[in-house]
Each structure stands twice: as C-alpha cells, then as structure tokens.
C-alpha cells in the first residue's frame, strides 16, 4: 500500500514570491508521482508527473517539481507566483504498472496568494 | 474537444435512499474511475473499470457498485445512503488503466 503525507494544509504567500509545497510519500513498491489542482467548485487537473527519466519535471505555466527517490519526496515549486495560482494542490501517486490500484491522494494544500 | 463530463452536478438525499451518478470520458477514452471526495479530504479510489469491466476497487463497502457500458460511460451507484456519504463524486477517464486521469467536476452529493 502506499501512502501520501502534504505536510502543510495552508501555505500563504505574497504574490510575487516563490513557494515550497511539500510532498513525503511511502510505498513498498516503485511509483509514479503526480501534482493536480483543484479550484473552487471544479474537479481536479493535472499539473505535472513523474514517470521515469529526470527527476525535475516542469509544467506550462512555471510550476516544477523534483523527485527525490531517497528523501521519498516530491515537493512542488515555483519562482514567482500570482493571483490566479490559488487553489487546492494535491500530490498523488500510483505503483508502477498499477494504474488499476488507482491513485492515492494526500489531504491537500490549499495556496493562499496574498496581494 | 469535450471533457469529462459528469450529471448531475448537485443532488441532495435522504439516508436510506439510493442514488445513481453518470459520467461520460472524453472520446476516445477507454478507462473510467471513481473517486469520493470529502469536504477538506483528498480524493479516495472508489472503483477503475476498462473495457466494461471491473480492473480495480478500493476500500469501499458493497453499498458502492459501479458498471461501464460499451461507449464507456459509467454510472456509479451508492445504496442505503449514510450521512458519511456526503462527498464530491468525481469522475476521472484515461486512455487505459495506466494513462494519467483526466477529471471532470464532479457530483456534490448531500446526504441529510
């Protein structure tokens, strides 16, 4: 089994600024690890993955994380955030080749963008 | 294109009742999943189904059922509803079982 610990349930931050959000996993098994945000009263999308390969991977819109196989971490940053990043982020992940376990979430950690 | 897409999007219940929730992948998607959702919770696997049939389940009770049909739709179905059932229903599709999910917005059930 595996499981998914976001060690902040609220990160506030001034606009502009960058930000850390947090993700420690557990599993016996190798994974593949996933950010997803949610906004208000809307579903969940995905915002980057590990799969294989480099272990820094990117999104579009300047978000990136790094897979840490011996830390078993996976924390989600950005240089400079704004406004319209303020949302629920979810870390996930899967095992390798399990893709029918589904995914385990953690609890979440709600970005607060301060003007 | 259209994403996934998910009826309805509110639905307030009865415990005791039973309630039925319909999802539709995006085209070409073959894998549909369930997930709930509770207030100021992650998301927690219900059920992945591919190709009709059922590839994965979580911790769930037997109240929860699910089917696929053949254009890949799904219907979720949660009998003798309890008031810890309250919850986002959210839907997710995938190419097959191992794809990255796509999520639509999901059904807010309420339970009262």
């Known amino acids: 089994a595996q499981s998914v610990t976001q060690l902040d349930s609220q990160v506030p931050v001034f606009e502009e600024a960058p930000v850390e959000l947090r993700c420690n996993y557990s599993?016996?098994?190798?994974?593949?690890l996933f950010w997803y945000v949610q906004y208000p009263n809307q579903g969940l999308q995905l915002l980057l993955k590990?799969?294989?390969?480099?272990?820094l991977v990117e999104s579009i819109n300047g978000f990136e994380a790094e897979f840490n196989k011996s830390q078993t971490s996976f924390h989600l940053r950005k240089p400079s955030v704004h406004i319209s990043d303020t949302a629920e982020y979810f870390c996930?992940?899967?095992?390798?080749?399990?893709?029918?376990?589904?995914?385990?979430f953690g609890k979440g950690t709600h970005l607060i963008i301060q003007p | 294109d259209a994403g996934v897409t998910q009826s309805p999007t509110h639905l307030i219940k009865t415990r005791g009742q039973q309630v039925t929730l319909r999802c539709s992948p995006i085209?070409?998607?073959?894998?549909v999943s369930w997930y709930q959702q509770v207030l100021g919770q992650g998301p927690q696997f219900i059920f992945q189904?591919?190709?009709?049939?059922?590839?994965g389940r979580g911790n769930f009770p037997d109240r929860f059922s699910a089917r696929q049909f053949p254009n890949y739709s799904s219907e979720l179905n949660v009998n003798a509803l309890l008031l810890g059932d309250s919850a986002l229903y959210l839907c997710?599709?995938?190419?097959?079982?191992?794809?990255?999910?796509?999520f639509g917005n999901g059904t807010r059930l309420t339970v009262t």
């Open positions: 189904y591919y190709e009709k049939e059922e590839r």
């Open positions: 997710a599709s995938s190419w097959d079982s191992d794809s990255p999910l796509h």
């Open positions: 085209s070409g998607h073959k894998s």
């Open positions: 599993s016996s098994v190798s994974v593949y």
């Open positions: 996930a992940v899967t095992p390798v080749g399990g893709g029918a376990d589904g995914l385990t």
């Open positions: 590990y799969l294989s390969g480099s272990t």
